[in-house]
T-cell receptor
Framework: SQQGEEDPQALSIQEGENATMNCSYK?????LQWYRQNSGRGLVHLILIRSNEREKHSGRLRVTLDTSKKSSSLLITASRAADTASYFCATDPGDDKIIFGKGTRLHILP | DTGVSQNPRHKITKRGQNVTFRCDPI?????LYWYRQTLGQGPEFLTYFQNEAQLEKSRLLSDRFSAERPKGSFSTLEIQRTEQGDSAMYLCASEGPGKPQHFGDGTRLSIL
């Protein structure tokens, strides 16, 4: 079963613009993670935010977490062609497994 | 780079045949996970190991599926009597204590 649900399902933006993706989930979590997947490849971990954190930065990535709304957002600033990929949120409910959403397919236009 | 390695990368087989996939995790990682991913979906948990012990299996894992990690290092996932619905990408990930999961590039299974 998939707990997280990303929004939008697909997003196309011009290179240099910012991209924002949202994730909603259903149950309580220990942490929430974002992963990137290039076509035909495995997933790459981007960033983890713990349930007691509200915002986290890593390079051009900014993640927010609102546990009262059970939602998170991933912002990619100054997008590049290489950012074209699928982005997944994954929630850790504390039972040694993480549960992935369906993903947002991001396409950066030249 | 000694990342997670999966073999084969692609497998095409006829319905009813058995297939086996292999995953070599990052050597110091004690946990190993198997996922299945279909087009347009996120990875779905199948099973995981801590060292050689298989700790949990998803209800998605029918009795045609079996996974092993005999020495706590590499793992195999076998599917017996394959069906059309088994066509998917099978992903393996390994995890060390307090670390995020590292994924291999998967085995893409196509059932003819």
């Amino acid at each position: 079963s998939q707990q997280g649900e990303e929004d939008p399902q697909a997003l196309s933006i011009q290179e240099g613009e910012n991209a924002t993706m949202n994730c909603s989930y259903k149950t309580s979590i220990n942490n929430l993670q974002w992963y990137r997947q290039n076509s035909g490849r495995g997933l790459v971990h981007l960033i983890l935010i713990r349930s007691n954190e509200r915002e986290k930065h890593s390079g051009r990535l900014r993640v927010t977490l609102d546990t009262s709304k059970k939602s998170s957002s991933l912002l990619i600033t100054a997008s590049r062609a290489a950012d074209t990929a699928s982005y997944f949120c994954a929630t850790d409910p504390g039972d040694d497994k993480i549960i992935f959403g369906k993903g947002t397919r991001l396409h950066i236009l030249p | 780079d000694t990342g997670v390695s999966q073999n084969p990368r692609h497998k095409i087989t006829k319905r009813g045949q058995n297939v086996t996939f292999r995953c070599d995790p990052i050597s110091e990682h004690n946990r190993l996970y198997w996922y299945r991913q279909t087009l347009g979906q996120g990875p779905e948990f199948l099973t995981y190991f801590q060292n050689e012990a298989q700790l949990e299996k998803s209800r998605l894992l029918s009795d045609r599926f079996s996974a092993e990690r005999p020495k706590g290092s590499f793992s195999t996932l076998e599917i017996q009597r394959t069906e059309q619905g088994d066509s998917a990408m099978y992903l393996c990930a390994s995890e060390g204590p307090g670390k995020p999961q590292h994924f291999g590039d998967g085995t893409r299974l196509s059932i003819l």
